[in-house]
């Protein structure tokens, strides 16, 4: 499996920015963000392909924007425009495929906080 540590959470009002990271141990074909709300299931958030082919989940498409750097084998997340529905548990997923179900990913890391109130 990949390592991969994520960096970046805090708290923010309604209406500020973010930038996650997450950092791999290697790079692999595809990374993703998932978020988890308290007494929700996990969801994904964006992907982003080695080939640079994006998703992003309707709730968030045109406020946040994936992007990676295959030289550090980092990921980011920038959140703009966030709102108090954005709180949640934010994870970083690696694997082979690009999936927008959590299933399809081997590699997790451990989450980082984000609160938006």
């Known amino acids: 499996h990949v390592q991969l540590v994520e960096s970046g959470g805090g708290a923010v009002q309604a209406g500020g920015s973010l930038r996650l990271s997450c950092a791999a141990s290697?790079?692999?074909?595809?990374m993703a963000w998932f978020r988890q709300a308290p007494g929700k299931e996990r969801e994904a958030v964006a992907t982003?392909?080695?080939?640079?082919?994006?998703t992003y989940s309707d709730s968030v498409k045109g406020r946040f924007t994936i992007s990676r750097d295959h030289a550090k084998a980092t990921s980011y997340l920038q959140m703009n425009s966030l709102k108090p529905e954005d709180t949640a548990m934010y994870y970083c997923?690696?694997?082979?495929?690009?999936?927008?179900?959590?299933?399809?990913?081997?590699?997790w890391g451990r989450g980082t906080q984000v609160t938006v109130s």
């Open positions: 997923a690696a694997d082979g495929v690009c999936s927008i179900s959590e299933s399809g990913y081997s590699s």
């Open positions: 290697t790079n692999t074909y595809c």
């Open positions: 982003r392909s080695l080939l640079g082919h994006t």
